[in-house]
């Protein structure tokens, strides 16, 4: 079955135009944040028919603040997200690696994808050769990494990459922008761009530079003030990977 793109409408700073969701018979990927324009554009896409499922590829806000307003508009809604700690909120089904979902003329793969967000799931269409990838991977720019406290791991990040490029998959559907119609290259490049941020990092150590901000000041040069703070906990995520990296020998 043919997945619909539903915008979100959530457009912001780290956000783009705003969220893809996308409508596959009766499921629903992603939740958005409960913009009433998002859920109008639900109701009329489901054509009479009740919404079914929900499935939140990670916990971040713009991906998974609609559920309440979701779950208002159709009570008898399942809703799925990974929780890899094994404690699954109330009112929530656990997402599992592996785990086969059926939508209703066709089936998507669990994929655990960890690395953006400690609970980050992609989906798989086998047959189809579609890849919904949340914030895995985008055009036009890279996603923001995190530093382990905010939930993120640039090592686990680059290694979903690499399991993401194996698939070979026909296209990537993001949770951002446009299809990406040559997933292995998008892929690739953006393995080797995260690995240049990294040489950046471990040059600006080997000057003596060990403040994170300073080296987004060498690093991100005309950066706009208000993605500072974003690059910084990417480079502190770098950081932590090179310090895994150093330990693990």
Known sequence: ???????????????????NTYLIGTTLID???GSAEHLDAVTLALDGRALSHVIVTHGHSDHSAGVPAIR???P??????????????DGWSPLREGEVIDVGGG??????????AIDHVCL??????????GDMVIIGTTVLVPSRSKGGDMRAYLASLGRLRDLDAARILPGHGPVIDRPRDRINAVIEHRLLREAQVLACL???VTDPAVMVAKIYEGLPPTLLPFA?????????????DRQAG
Not at 2 to 12: E, F, V
Not at 76 to 89: E, G, I, L, Q, Y
Not at 107 to 116: A, F, I, Q, S
């Open 76 to 89: 008898d809604v399942r809703v799925s997200k990974n929780f890899p700690d094994s404690v699954v909120t």
């Open 232 to 244: 910084e906990q990417t480079v502190i995520a770098h950081l932590e990977k090179i310090d895994e």
């Open 124 to 133: 798989y269409d086998d047959v189809r050769g579609d890849l919904f990838a």
């Open 31 to 33: 939740a958005g944040i």
């Open 1 to 19: 079955m043919t997945p619909q793109l539903i915008h979100a409408c959530n457009p912001g700073v780290l956000t783009g135009r705003g969220n």
């Open 72 to 74: 208002a508009r159709w």
């Open 107 to 116: 089936t998507l793969r669990v994929l655990c994808t960890p690395g953006h």
């Open 206 to 208: 080997t000057q003596g």
